[in-house]
């Protein structure tokens, strides 16, 4: 079992930035990617960014290349995401979820999930 608390989502306007983390717990065995997810009213559910254990894998989904940072801290057990020139097309509730057989990027492959954190970005 792994838990997952998101936190750092706010309103921000658009230019602006804020930094999300994902606080990982639990007794599965350590090594995991954590990937983030945001779902916008009415929409499914989409890839943001994930990143292996080591942090020697990282992919982004190409509306936020340039403009997010995953990053994580192991010895924190957290996972950022460092988000700048944010637009309002970013607005969503973000998610972050363990995937604990691969850097995946399909929701359907994430083992357990946070309870999301809310990211509203005014024009």
């Known amino acids: 079992q792994v838990q997952l608390l998101e936190s750092g989502g706010g309103l921000v306007q658009a230019g602006g930035s804020l930094r999300l983390s994902c606080e990982t717990s639990?007794?599965?065995?350590?090594?995991?990617?954590i990937g983030w997810f945001r779902q916008a009213p009415g929409k499914e559910r989409d890839f943001v960014a994930v990143?292996?254990?080591?942090?020697?894998?990282?992919y982004y989904a190409d509306s936020v290349k340039g403009r997010f940072t995953i990053s994580r801290d192991n010895a924190k057990n957290t996972v950022y995401l460092q988000m700048n020139s944010l637009k309002p097309e970013d607005t969503a509730v973000y998610y972050c979820?363990?995937?604990?057989?691969?850097?995946?990027?399909?929701?359907?492959?994430?083992?357990?999930w946070g309870q999301g954190t809310q990211v509203t970005v005014s024009s």
């Open positions: 979820a363990a995937d604990l057989w691969g850097v995946r990027r399909e929701p359907f492959e994430y083992d357990y």
């Open positions: 639990g007794r599965a065995r350590n090594s995991y990617a």
């Open positions: 990143i292996s254990w080591s942090g020697g894998d990282i």
